[in-house]
RNA sequence: GGAGGAAUGGCAGAGUGGUCGAAUGCACCAGUCUUGAAAACUGGCGAGGGUCACACCUCCGGGGGUUCGAAUCCCUCUUCCUCCGCCA
């Protein structure tokens, strides 16, 4: 969410950055600034009612200790006009600042000055490129047919357990995958993130406090019993931390990474780019989460997108790096670095991470702030990235790394699996 | 799931209807003293709104109510503790 004082001080400029994400800020901005005005000008009316009501309950209180009842029973008649005054002006107080909430969550983050102006992914501007594409065989198979072939996944029975997009990870293929989890939080340990266990339901609060609700509400599993989501990522659980957070800024960077299953409904998805690994309702990640200064929040994403490079270079996968242009650009976030895998199989890219700095605008949901240089509250900066998302990693080597033999698994991951070859 | 108790500032902990945004201690910050540090002393020290700055307003787990007036009384929700039940 974007903060209103920022809005008000710097409305030229936002107006302008976010309507490369082609929507009409100008009359939103205008909307949000009218019931602002309106908010104060409330605000201010019902303070001063206030006020005066506080002034004659002491006056009154003064009187019944000096014993003069009598004048205490007159001023008490007062107060009542008053009372039912602060009580109309509090109820327009509170839709109203309902109404300019409300608002506020509707607008999206302001994009930074170096995101392309786009309508789609086809407008995103590739920065990086690394690795070299195998030449596979002519007989060479997709990686759900790899699965099926040397029974390490299996979708099927995944749709008789739960539907599809729930694959069964079986034999070496749950080996591999655990092997990669394990593999990737070393990596993010030794990067000096703090490796941590978070619950995979979140609260609604939680849901709003990094942006998923109210804008991604259908996108979640949603237990309506108990009023809690199934989590989409571990951004939910781990950012969420530092809800209602002072920290100090001594403590910067915060760096946590976590594995978690994420749930996703992808609701109205079929066809052909969805088969096997590509997309499904529950898979798993492990994420890194930062907290930072502000002054210090691009370098601190620019680090973890070398991190997340110097992992794709030691699994020995051609990979790509991507800005997001505005269209692609998630509503949250300021800034967004998307890494695809080429799958040589299926001849396409596939998004297996994304690195986004949300300057403040998740801090401002969730008030997460630190105590400045002055002794001043400021909101700090969020940022997260997947290091990595499994299934597409699994696709990728699956696919780039068979061979007549079998698949060979990259050599850093043969420690963590135990086996060289899948056959 | 049942019974009882509790929730106050970064922490600890007073406060049970009136000038309490809240004693006190610790922690923290600044100053004095010191070659420096510690100790001691002095001052400061919650958050948000509002204002040029004040004033002023709101917040004592969340929400609602009683009252001229609520941290304090009532209702409700949440969380924690104790006991019972169930259980990996």
Redesign the pocket.
Known sequence: MLQ??VIRDNREEITKALNKRKIDADSLLNNVLQLDEKR?DT??K???T??E??????E???L??SGKAAEATIL?EK??AL?EESKQLGDDLNSIAEELQNLLYQIPNVPHDSVPTGTSEDDNEEIFKEGTIPVLDSDALPHWELAKKYDIIDFELGVKIAGAGFPVYKGKGARLQRALISYFLDKNTAAGYTEIQVPHLVNEASGYGTGQLPDKEGQMYHITADDLYLIPTAEVPVTNIFRDV?ANKDEFPICYTGYTPCFRREAGSYGAHVRGLNRLHQFDKVEIVRVEHPENSYAALDGMVEHVKDILRELNLPYRVLRLCSGDLGFTAALTYDFEVFSTAQDRWLEISSVSNFEAYQANRLKL?F?DENGK?QLAHTLNGSALALPRVLAGILENCQTANGIKIPEVLVPYCGFDTID
């Open positions: 209103l004082q104060r605000q201010t019902l303070d001063a206030l006020a009501s506080n002034k004659l309950s002491k009154i209180g003064g019944f200790k008490k107060t009542g009372k002072i702030r105590k509250s």
